[in-house]
T-cell receptor, first 113, second 110 residues
């Protein structure tokens, strides 16, 4: 079975540009999580969805960040406009609701110049 | 609030043991342990749900002291493959939203 799929794997953009990160969770998983990892702040939960519905977005840093999950097999995290401090590795993880294990995708390394 | 991990880094020789601690200022419902190798995604190791519960597989085990709001990860007879950064994630409810600690970087040398 395929694991969590994220695209792109690397993204380099200029300040002010819109960035869209994509995630395909493991089939059958109905919880999806977006994390951001930096050296300074570690691994931070940004938002999570249950059955395509956002449950908690308290970790989203500011209005420049938005996340959607239009169906059970796809989610996006958008940053508009992007800033250099958004540079980080963004992970998507999925899980069967009620189960213990979160399965992480390979991450997207974002660099904002 | 982020759980606190200690030590921040540890270097071992192959075959030596290590303990990584994770403490929270909030009441804990569960503690999850993950290992992340450089440039890769975190991989789930184990979850502890009950106070005093101890779990393990192979030579990696963990304990959870609910009263003290802390968990410890034990690595015995370390192998080169154990190298990586270990994260604890804490949850204070059954929804299992995790807050991760800052990580402990473990390096095992031959």
């Amino acid at each position: 079975d395929a694991g969590v799929i994220q695209s792109p794997r690397h993204e380099v953009t200029e300040m002010g540009q819109e960035v869209t990160l994509r995630c395909k969770p493991i089939s059958g998983h109905n919880s999806l999580f977006w994390y951001r990892q930096t050296m300074m702040r570690g691994l931070e939960l940004l938002i999570y969805f249950n059955n395509n519905v956002p449950i908690d977005d308290s970790g989203m840093p500011e209005d420049r960040f938005s996340a959607k999950m239009p169906n059970a097999s796809f989610s996006t995290l958008k940053i508009q406009p992007s800033e250099p401090r958004d540079s980080a590795v963004y992970f998507c993880a999925s899980r069967i609701a009620g189960a213990d294990t979160q399965y992480f995708g390979p991450g997207t390394r974002l660099t904002v110049l | 609030q982020q759980p606190v991990q200690s030590p921040q880094a540890v270097i071992l020789r192959e075959g030596e043991d290590a303990v990584i601690n994770c403490s929270s200022s909030k009441a804990l419902y569960s503690v999850h342990w993950y290992r992340q190798k450089h440039g890769e995604a975190p991989i789930f190791l184990m979850i502890l749900l009950k106070g005093g519960e101890q779990k393990g597989h192979d030579k990696i085990s963990a304990s959870f002291n609910e009263k003290k709001q802390q968990s410890s990860l034990y690595l015995t007879a370390s192998q080169l493959s154990y190298s990586g950064t270990y994260f604890c994630g804490s949850s204070n409810n059954a929804g299992n939203m995790l807050t991760f600690g800052g990580g402990t970087r473990l390096m095992v040398k031959p």
